[in-house]
């Protein structure tokens, strides 16, 4: 039911994420498997806001040789296998267009696509992966102008369960720091972000100027605000079980929140 001046669109299937592409009609959703630790494939779709048509995003194809964005030691395109959660799409230095897209299907990865511009309706081609270190249970990226990545990781995936509930996902409830933020680099991996350290760190995002971090911890009730270059703390501000981020085209930050505050 519509809700003000809000008006649902039921069209998409346990929607995650969102990012609106630049030509200014269409986003692309991705559309999470029902349940995330167990992987379950999701998919990601275009949304034609003009005309409310939805098509599939499937890249038809892998990266040409030499061309590959991702890290080397990732092992290959799994296409149908993909569990996606968070999102980001950003143009970078070389003006090309990358999206980041985080996966726990098969492998915990990072998979990473261009955007195709000059291609009507839009195109999406794989361009390689960033698989996750051991343990790493990743929920949102942000991509970096030089193509780098800022990724948020919740708790340990690999941490036993109780009562089918990871005991990770249980310490952050009952105030244990069990995620951070990291940033990734082709040149060197990752690394994470000094004092990041945080009770399931959940959406991130990065400043225009690639300068500053920001991060939701869900389970700690706050935003961060972190200086990417040194990890340090700048700041923090109460949020009620933050989750994904994203800027808006007048320089405001925005925040979704699990209470239905913003």
Known sequence: EPVGKMEPICLFSNPEDIEALPDGKTLLISQMGMNMEQSAPGSLVFFD??????????????????????????????????????????QRDDKRWQLAVVNHGGRESIELYELLTDTNPPQLAWRGCVPAETGMFINDVAVLKNGGLIASNMFDKHAPSVFGLNTGALKAMFGINTGFVMEWQRSGGFRVLEESHARFVNGVEISPDNKTVFANVYF???????????????????????????????????ALSHTGST
């Open 49 to 90: 806001t003009l005309t409310g048509k939805v098509t599939s995003a499937q890249p038809p194809a892998d990266a040409p040789r030499g061309d590959v964005w991702g890290a080397p030691n990732c092992p290959g395109n799994q296409r149908a296998t993909i569990a996606r959660h968070g999102t980001s799409l950003k």
């Open 220 to 254: 700690g009730g706050e935003m961060l605000k972190l200086d990417r270059t040194s990890g340090k703390r700048l700041g923090s501000v109460p949020m009620t079980k933050g989750d994904n981020l994203a800027w808006d085209t007048k320089g405001n930050l925005l």
